[in-house]
């Protein structure tokens, strides 16, 4: 592979993935210009292990390089942040809402169901934004973030049920 | 199944990832039981609330610009070196719009001297409170008619830490409230004001001249911590403060 040829076939499958990494590195970092940054140091790890993909789809792991990135980035920039990455949510057995009007009337207002989501630790956040705006699978979420199925499995229903407690218990402003 | 197991089950069975047994085992019990059946539904809306387009973040620049510089040694090509000059314009569009000043981190921020610089006047001797009571009921009303707000005077959050008192102080071109805590022998002075505008922003730190300094915003106040105490103890306090 030529460089130039390298550069070009980088160009075609991983720069048009700068959407999902954008999103990603946003929703673990928290600021626009923070995203930036990390978007564009993942493409730079990106370029240079780009001869090491070897899956057809490049965008677990494009994810998987984002994710990284983001988490040394907080853990350099925002520690106190970043402690919250070994946090363990609440480990309750799940029940239907007290109150599902109140649930149902904080689910329809967007602000509140960001707020809720960025209030989780990292990688519970990462999770939800991988499975349900990335829709990567299980296996591929397990991939990104080095965990096994299992943990990704348990993860993504301790953070569905702790958004539906923050969000029923939340009172409107 | 247990309505735990149901419970436990259910996501992955709404993400398809469940097997053939255990998804018909699950159907089975949420035909028979009620409760499961209201908490499917929840865990549906709450899906389809979380697949709102608008919760995704857009990037604001151009795709083009998160594209790594070009390799070192290959030869400008006229629409490579098209790209490249596009990138420069951008680049220096971004440098020139955003500032060097303005920045990211807060250490550019004037208001952490500022901050800084209170902290250390405010241990000379006699500057450290104007009202000194360990009583928030004490110190919150304290504040009434020096300030045009009402100061949030937070209990100290564990037996370690103590409220000292109160004083006024002139940060960010108006006068604040300062609050003083101590952690044993480790003074913590606590600067809160309105934010100008309805904002969150989570907590950060800054080591600077060996002093600890933490800033956060919530609920419409502004916040700064600063103290010489270690960066785990005090970001457990602001952490406690931010709640």
Known sequence: LTSREKRRRFEDTVVPLSAS??????????????????????????????????????????????????????????PVAAWRESEELLDETPAPAANPEALMLALSDVARVRAAVESLPPDYRAAIVLREFEELSYKEIAAVTGVPIGTVMSRLARARECLKRTLEGERPK | MTCQDARLYLDAYLDNELDVAGSLRLEQHIAACPACAQFR??????????????????????????????????????????????????????????????????????????????????????????????????????????????????????????????????????????????????????????????????????????????????????????????AADLGDFARALAK
């Open chain 1, 21 to 78: 990494a954008y999103n990603l590195a946003r929703w673990l970092t928290g600021a626009d210009q923070d995203a930036q940054d990390v978007v564009q140091e993942s493409f730079l790890r990106a370029f240079s292990a780009f001869d090491s993909l070897r899956a057809d789809d490049p965008r677990p792991w494009l994810l998987t390089i984002v994710r990284h990135t983001s988490f040394t980035w907080l853990k350099r920039n925002r």
């Open chain 2, 41 to 230: 539904r929840e865990s549906q809306m709450l899906r389809a609330a979380l697949r709102n387009p608008e919760l995704r973040y857009q990037p604001r620049l151009p795709v083009r610009s998160y594209a790594p510089p070009p390799l070192r040694g290959f030869l400008p090509q006229p629409a490579l070196a098209l790209v490249l000059a596009s990138l420069l314009l951008a680049a220096g569009a971004v440098f020139l719009t955003r500032g060097v000043f303005l920045s990211r981190g807060m250490r550019q921020d004037p208001l952490v001297s500022q901050v800084l610089a209170s902290h250390i006047r405010s241990l000379q001797p006699g500057h450290l409170t104007d009202v000194l009571s360990t009583d928030r009921h004490t110190v919150k009303p304290w504040f009434q008619g020096k300030l045009a707000f009402s100061p949030p005077v937070p209990d100290p959050p564990s037996a370690d830490w103590t409220l000292v008192g109160g004083r006024l102080d002139y940060l960010d071109n108006r006068p604040v409230a300062a609050l003083v805590y101590a952690w044993r022998k480790h003074t913590v002075n606590v600067f809160v004001w309105p934010s100008p505008h309805e904002s969150r922003e989570p907590l950060r730190q800054e080591t600077e001249q060996g002093y600890q300094i933490m800033h956060f915003a919530n609920a419409g106040m502004t916040w700064w911590i600063v103290s010489d105490l270690n």
